[in-house]
């Protein structure tokens, strides 16, 4: 069974930065692109970055050059490193394939501290 793990997130000062991981299990992880997503209270789930099998990425244009998802195939992990954090990138961050699908993990919180 497909299975995502979320962690990492916390309270953040705007300006901070926080590296947030997910653990995969239950899918042959270096096959498949990945992605970070997250909903933030009273919207919809939104799509944040994407990673391919071979490591292309793309990014959301509001965190474009702020945010960077990288995977280490070897531990079935996909990362999100956030910096410059602003308050609006407070949400729940969760990952999962790039084509999205129904295996969402609990999420891991990311809030502005100000």
């Known amino acids: 069974q497909v299975r995502f793990v979320e962690s990492g997130g916390g309270l953040v000062q705007p300006g901070g930065s926080l590296r947030l991981s997910c653990v995969a299990s239950?899918?042959?992880?270096?096959?498949?692109?990945m992605a970070w997503y997250r909903q933030a209270p009273g919207k919809q789930r939104a799509l944040v970055a994407t990673i391919t099998r071979g490591g292309s990425t793309n990014y959301a244009n509001s965190v474009k050059d702020r945010f960077t998802i990288s995977r280490d195939n070897a531990k079935d992990t996909v990362h999100l490193q956030m910096n410059s954090l602003k308050p609006e990138d407070t949400a729940a961050y969760y990952c999962?394939?790039?084509?999205?699908?129904?295996?969402w993990g609990q999420g891991t919180q990311v809030t502005d501290s100000s």
């Open positions: 239950g899918m042959i992880f270096s096959n498949s692109a």
């Open positions: 999962n394939f790039a084509s999205g699908g129904p295996h």
